[in-house]
């Protein structure tokens, strides 16, 4: 799903590295949660959409909890 993002565009969740790692802080992790619940509401697959909505999860418990961090590691 994160190969079908403009890598050009002015989102956040398009920084994801698949192959680095990938940091974002909780301010950051609030704006990529609107990101991915506009990416779930397009989504026609429901394993996709699935996925995003656990993201969606763990990005709201990152920006809801000062000084924290999500970590997407790289291949």
Not at 30 to 47: F, I, T
């Amino acid at each position: 799903m994160l190969s079908k993002l403009d890598r050009h565009g002015s989102g956040k969740l398009c920084w994801v590295d698949p192959y680095g790692d990938t940091l974002f802080n909780e301010q950051e992790a609030q704006v990529v949660r609107h990101e991915v619940a506009a990416l779930a509401h397009k989504s026609a697959d429901d394993r996709e959409k699935a996925a995003l909505l656990d993201l969606a999860e763990i990005l709201d418990a990152c920006a809801a909890t000062p000084g924290s961090y999500l970590w997407f590691m790289g291949d």
